[in-house]
Structure formats: C-alpha cells, structure tokens
C-alpha cells in the first residue's frame, strides 16, 4: 500500500491536537488511527485504483478518510458536501468517478456510482502508475468549472521542507486549493487546526480568542467584511501572529485600513491556484501589493503582460478545458501583472479585465478608488456592452445608509475626478441590498441586470 511520508510525521507528533472540531480535540494519534480503520474498510469495499468523490464538509473524518484514500492509490475529487446535487453530478461525470464516499463518526460510506475504465489519458495514465491523485475543480465564477488533475506526489514534495507549527484557522474550504494548501501545511508541521462552524466575522473571532489562534489565510474581500463588521472589538485577537490573503487582488485601502487596526499582525500575500497549488511568496513589506515568489525550483516570467509559471507541483493537465501550458511547459496563469524592481504586482484576472473604446480597465483598481468613499459599504465592478465604446464600466454598490441614486452619482464623478481618468470612472451605477461576496469569500462581478429606478438584485455565481 502507498505510504505518504506525512504518515511518519503523525507518529512523531503523537499527541499533539491536530484538530479541534465542534469543540472536540482530536489528536494525530486519534487521525493515524482513523486512517487505519478506515484504510480497512476501503480495502473491505475493494476501493483500490479508482476515481472516487469524497462529499463532505471539512472535518477531521474528511481529512482521514482523504489519506485513507491516497493510501489505496485512489484519484480523489474533494467536494463541498453542500453543492446542489446537479453540481455534484456534473462534476462526478467530468472526473469519471467510480464510486461517492462519505465520512464521519461511523466510518465510511461507500457508493458505487460508475462501472467500465477509465477513459481520460491522465486519469488512466495514473491509475495504471499506482499513484494517488486529486482533481480540484476551478470556481468556475467566468464561467464552467475546470477539473485540474494532479499527481499527489508532486503536490505534497513541497511539504516535506519543516516549517513553524500554528494553530491555523482552515478558512478555505475544503474543495478549495486554500484549504487543501492550509490543511497539508499545517498538519506537514504538527499545528493544529480549528475548523469553523461558519465563516462569519464574529465567528471567526470568536474562534481566534477561545483557542489562540496564531495564522489566518483569508481572502482580501473577508478581511474588508471583518472590517465593516466592527466584531473584532468584541474579541480579544492577541494571538494572531500573521494573516496570509490571496485568491483575489487586494485593495489598497482594505490593506491600508486593516494594517492601521491590527499593527502587530504580519499580512503576507499569498499566490496559487487550483492549477499550481499554492507558492510561497514574500511580501516586500506588510503594507505593499508587491510580493517575490519562493518556492523551490519555481520560475515565474511574464510574457505580453501575462504571469506565466513553472514549478514541480503543477498539475497535469485539465480533463474539460484546454491546455494552458506553453511548449516549453510554462503555466499560462491568467493573471495580467508586472514587475517592479525584482517584485510582483498582480493587476487582475485577464477575464475580468473591462475594454473601454480599447483602454483596458482592471475592476480592482477602480474598486479600490470607490470603497474610500464613507457612503459605500461594498462594491464590485464589472462591464456592459456598450454601442459607443465597446464596453463600459458599471459599479454594483451597497451603501451604509440610504441615498437617492442621483446623489450617489453626483458623489462617485466628484470623488473620482482628480483619481481616475474619465474612460475608468463608471457609466452606470447599480444599488443593491445584498451581499457581493460569493460563497468562497470572493467579489461578485457577475453583470447585473437593470431593475427599477436603477437597482438591482445580484446573481449569485
């Protein structure tokens, strides 16, 4: 049976809490153990070689069970067991999984869910290996989810390096290429991880007092909530030693603003993706945008203003997009960014990026100019088809109190006159009383539609 080194370390750190979940202590003796059992019932199951789902929430069992399943040279699709069913389904059907498995207190529950082989290349091509697999599915926020597969040796080669043990909060989800990062991480080094039971602000602080909490990898759009919510002033927070952001560009102002309440806190700007797991980087400092990539044997160039990447711990390939490797085995990121003085400065997704009359307009640069004004509490920017330009800029905003539309137009042009040039200052303003952040703590810039009088309620993606 296949043995990840990480297995060792768990002997080592014994009794140690590896976990604390709904108020429970669960120790990397307790994890080895279930691992065990559960090995036992895989191979009483005849689940060996096979594509499977692992359906659940984040949870000590779920993270048993994904070893279990490495174990027996399984290729394992993580989901959130609280997708819809179509969801999960299409994304069962793209991954060719044989079987769906569930975890908790009773053990596994195993389902057969496919018969016949498997047809993708990469998919067979591991299985014929014997090495274990993951496919992480992209958000799929532009558009349809991309099923990234890969080879769980190389993606678990860069944890073997030793770093600092912390009790971490695991705030990505599970299915996520964040979570998975800060799960393997923290448990590669013997930390502890405290699962939430939500991810709301005043949870979240909660959780960082009672236990102590020292790391926090977030995204900027959860920082900025954290921030409006004001719950960090019913929460003793002195043990948070650093908080790491990625998975969007940050906000000058939310940075800003979160240094200036939390001084002692180290901020660093994380980089990855579900195509290259996640890098280590080095801010150039605590307030700046700027970060340097670290990782061993990592190469990073960018080629007509795209970041493009090559590490050992990217993906195969996917099994539904096409490949964004180059010939010469770069990653193509889809980020658009430039160097400054040795550093990096991402400026948005090229997918996002907004067309006006053929100036190019990055959605974060003008949401960083709107969010100063005291009259918004959220905003994200996005663009319309437009007869004149191509297209045009439109802001979906929430505002902290009422205010007639005119009024807030009149306020927007006056505040961003003397910021932004007059193609990036937007032709359309859109108020809505919900939320812009997705279930993963990212903006939405979905296109909304027009409602009367000028509001609109936002698609959820």
């Known amino acids: 049976m296949y043995r990840s080194f990480l297995l060792d370390r768990f002997e080592e750190f014994g009794p140690r809490t590896a976990f604390v979940w709904r108020g429970t202590e669960y120790s990397y003796e307790w994890l080895l153990d279930c691992i065990a059992r559960m090995s036992e019932q895989l191979w009483a199951a005849g689940i060996e070689r096979k594509v499977v789902s692992l359906e659940e929430e984040y949870s000590p069992y779920a993270v048993a069970a994904l070893f ?3 174990g027996s040279r399984c290729i394992v699709l993580p989901l959130d067991n609280k997708l819809v069913e179509n969801k999960i389904r299409e994304y069962l059907k793209i991954g060719e999984a044989q079987a769906r498995i569930r975890a908790g207190e009773g053990g596994l529950s195993v389902r057969p869910h496919r018969d016949g082989r498997t047809a993708h290349p990469l998919l067979a091509s591991l299985l014929m290996e014997g090495a274990p697999g993951l496919v992480l599915f992209s958000s799929g926020s532009t558009g349809k989810s991309k099923a990234a597969v890969h080879h769980v040796d190389r993606l678990l080669a860069k944890y073997r390096r030793i770093g600092t043990a912390r009790r971490t909060i695991p705030f990505m989800m599970f299915d996520h290429i964040g979570g998975m990062n800060t799960l393997l991480q923290t448990l590669a080094n013997g930390g502890s991880l405290y699962m939430l039971q939500d991810r709301s602000p005043a949870e979240v602080c909660r959780v960082i007092e009672q236990y102590r909490v020292e790391a926090l990898p977030v995204s900027p759009t959860f920082m900025n909530l954290l921030l409006l919510s004001e719950a960090y002033k019913e929460f003793d927070l002195s043990s948070l030693q650093v908080v790491s952001y990625g998975s969007e560009v940050m906000p000058e102002s939310t940075l800003a603003a979160w240094n200036a309440l939390f001084p002692g806190v180290r901020t660093v700007q994380a980089y990855g993706m579900s195509e290259i797991g996640i890098l280590r980087t080095k801010s150039k400092s605590t307030d700046s945008l700027l970060f340097s990539i670290n990782e061993d044997g990592a190469q990073y160039r960018i080629v007509d203003g795209m970041l493009e990447v090559k590490t050992a711990t990217a993906m195969l390939g996917y099994l539904n997009a096409p490949d964004p490797f180059t010939e010469d085995g770069w990653l193509r990121t889809g980020d658009e960014a430039v160097a400054e003085g040795g550093y990096i ?35 994200a920017v996005g663009a319309e088809p437009s007869g004149i330009t191509g297209q045009m800029v439109t802001a979906t905003v929430r ?21 932004l040039p007059a193609y990036k200052i937007p032709q359309k303003i859109v108020v809505t009383t919900e939320s812009l952040t997705s279930s993963r703590m990212k903006k939405i810039r979905t296109p909304l539609p027009e409602a009367e009088g000028g509001r609109a309620e936002p698609a959820v993606r």
């Open 345 to 379: 400065r991402i400026l948005g997704r090229r997918s996002e990026i907004i067309n006006v009359g053929g100036e190019k307009v990055y959605p974060a640069e003008v949401e960083n100019v709107l969010q100063q004004l005291d009259c918004i509490e959220e905003v």
């Open 399 to 419: 505002l902290r109190e009422e205010l007639p539309l005119r009024e807030l137009r009149r306020r927007i042009w006056a505040y961003c006159a003397d910021k």
């Open 68 to 70: 279990a399943l490495f």
